[in-house]
């Protein structure tokens, strides 16, 4: 089947990054959310990213015109009746089960028969969502990364269930977005967050036991390993609260230690010290350029 129309769940952080690389391959794009206050957040992200590339368009090929015309295919609805057409759904919506299989539930009567859905989440199995649906053959994990504009990896995920022809279109389409995407299968936390999650986690261990202070433990991984962020700065960027959520489904799955959230995350999200997006995590982001420890 060929993919020419998306739908969106969502218009976060995570859906207005999918909704706008989709926009960008050439795919008209309509991002359903709630209510308009949350569509018009995700749109100013948008544009925000948009006129980032435009500035550089030799490094990004993204021109001010292309923008626009890139602009121009993306659409918001605040009606889900508005998927109705759609070839491909790509679900962004909050992390959590039931909201999630009720949005599937709700749309599976709407969106056409033949139409893929795929979810982003980043740790609940596709298994139990796809149950939701009446389409199970058709439904597949499709994982982004944050930022999505600049992010290359896609984990394209299967189900036992899922047709292997719905499969490759996904696997295709994702690599039409100019997205790198890997193949992996229904278990939590899929390729990354399984290496990435025990990572993390241990950093905030260390810190407790002593090892070293927040900016010298980042510090020694960004450049003793040549990763682009440290682990304290990654958890503030990708948000403690979506840690601590995974941290949960995936301590649940496979009841290993390493996967337990260590106290002091729990603590930080009690306080709703989130990272980033509040203003203050491990660091302070008051001066984003120059965040220092918070304790
Ligand atoms: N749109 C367009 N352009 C953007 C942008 C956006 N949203 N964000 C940044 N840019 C541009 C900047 O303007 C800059 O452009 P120039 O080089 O032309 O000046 C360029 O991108 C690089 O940005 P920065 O200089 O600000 O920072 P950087 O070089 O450190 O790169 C980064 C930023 C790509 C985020 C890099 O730090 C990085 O790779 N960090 C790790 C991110 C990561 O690991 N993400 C995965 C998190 S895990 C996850 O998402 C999964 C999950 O399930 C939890």
């Given at each position: 089947m060929t993919i020419k129309k998306v739908g969106v769940l969502g218009c976060g952080l995570m859906g207005s990054g999918i909704a706008q690389v989709c926009a960008t391959a050439g795919f008209d794009v309509t991002a359903l959310e709630a209510e308009q206050k949350f569509l018009d957040k995700g749109f100013a992200g948008i544009d925000k990213s948009l006129a980032k590339f435009a500035e550089k368009p030799e490094k990004s090929g993204i021109t001010p015109e292309k923008a626009k015309e890139i602009r121009g295919r993306l659409k918001g609805t605040l009606?889900?009746?508005?998927?109705?057409?759609?070839?491909l759904i790509i679900e962004a919506i909050i992390e959590n089960v039931e909201d999630k299989k009720k949005m599937y539930a709700a749309l599976d009567g709407i969106v056409k028969k033949d139409a893929i859905f795929a979810s982003n989440t980043s740790s609940i199995s596709i298994t139990e969502l796809m149950t939701a649906t009446q389409r199970p053959e058709r439904f597949v994990g499709l994982h982004f990364f944050n930022p999505v504009p600049l992010m290359k990896l896609v984990e394209v995920v299967r189900t036992i269930a899922t047709a292997p022809e719905v499969f490759e279109t996904v696997f295709e389409f994702a690599g039409k977005l100019g997205k790198v995407p890997v193949r992996t299968s229904d278990k939590t936390g899929f390729i990354v967050n399984r290496l990435l999650v025990p990572y993390l986690l241990d950093a905030i261990r260390a810190y407790e036991e002593g090892v070293g202070s927040i900016a010298d433990i980042d510090q020694a991984m960004k450049l003793g390993c040549g990763y682009p962020m440290g682990p304290f700065t990654l958890l503030d960027f990708v948000g403690l609260d979506t840690t601590y959520y995974i941290t949960h489904v995936m301590f649940e799955e496979f009841k290993e230690a390493r996967f337990a959230s260590p106290p002091l995350l729990k603590r930080l999200v009690m306080a709703g010290w989130y990272g980033k997006k509040t203003g203050k995590g491990f660091y302070d982001w008051k001066d984003p350029a120059n965040p220092a420890a918070s304790f």
């Open positions: 009606k889900k009746e508005d998927l109705a057409d759609c070839d």
